[in-house]
């Protein structure tokens, strides 16, 4: 595994990152129509539910959170692409300003405030995808589970003691 002396790729800051991704998640669907914030394979599964049963209306409190976790990705990455050196730390400033907002919309805009959490959320995936060299996802975990299973199979393989610390990596 390789270190770092860099805070952006450090598995504490991963960590606190994974725990607020797994809160915004909560908070959107507790608090919020049972829209995820991050786990936009559950937004594609309900908003094709809704569209089945002809319930358009439904089905928009669930595309849009989609569609403004894509706009977060993108502008991540716009960023990112002109070369900006401080990425990390302006998306978490971004992040941090939004989700502020977001504890002053009112229950009655849900879709306005679930579509601002997963931009939010598009902009943190984007924006801290490596820790300590490895690619992580902050804000989901089925990726970071399929590459913690994959070193650990490879540890139990090779008996490579880099696999067996990866692995506890990803499942950290």
């Known amino acids: 595994m390789k270190s770092t002396k860099q805070m952006s790729d450090s598995i504490r800051l991963g960590a606190i990152l994974a725990v607020s991704g797994g809160f915004m ?4 669907y507790i608090q919020r129509d049972e829209v995820f914030a991050n ?8 908003f094709g539910v809704k569209l089945s049963e ?8 669930y595309f849009f959170p989609v569609l403004a976790f894509v706009l977060g990705i993108s502008a991540a990455e ?13 998306s978490v400033i971004n992040e941090a300003v939004i ?11 849900n879709i306005l405030a679930n579509s ?3 931009f939010a959320c598009g902009i943190q995936v ?4 490596k820790i300590r060299g490895n690619g992580i996802a902050t804000t989901m ?16 393989h090779s008996k490579d003691r880099e696999n067996l610390v990866s692995a506890a990596l990803y499942y950290g």
Do not use: K
């Not at 786990?39 to 309900?46: D, E, F, H, I």
């Not at 002809?54 to 409190?61: I, K, S, W």
């Open 25 to 28: 998640d909560a908070y959107s």
């Open 39 to 46: 786990a936009q394979t559950g937004n594609m599964l309900l």
């Open 54 to 61: 002809g319930n358009f209306a439904g089905a928009l409190q």
């Open 116 to 118: 601002l959490i997963s």
């Open 126 to 129: 984007e924006s801290f995808r």
């Open 141 to 156: 975990c089925i990726g970071n589970i399929r590459s913690g299973t994959q070193h650990l199979c490879q540890f139990i």
């Open 99 to 109: 989700l502020a907002a977001v504890a002053f919309i009112p229950l009655t805009q």
């Open 78 to 90: 716009l960023v990112r692409m002109r070369g900006h050196r401080i990425l990390r730390q302006i």
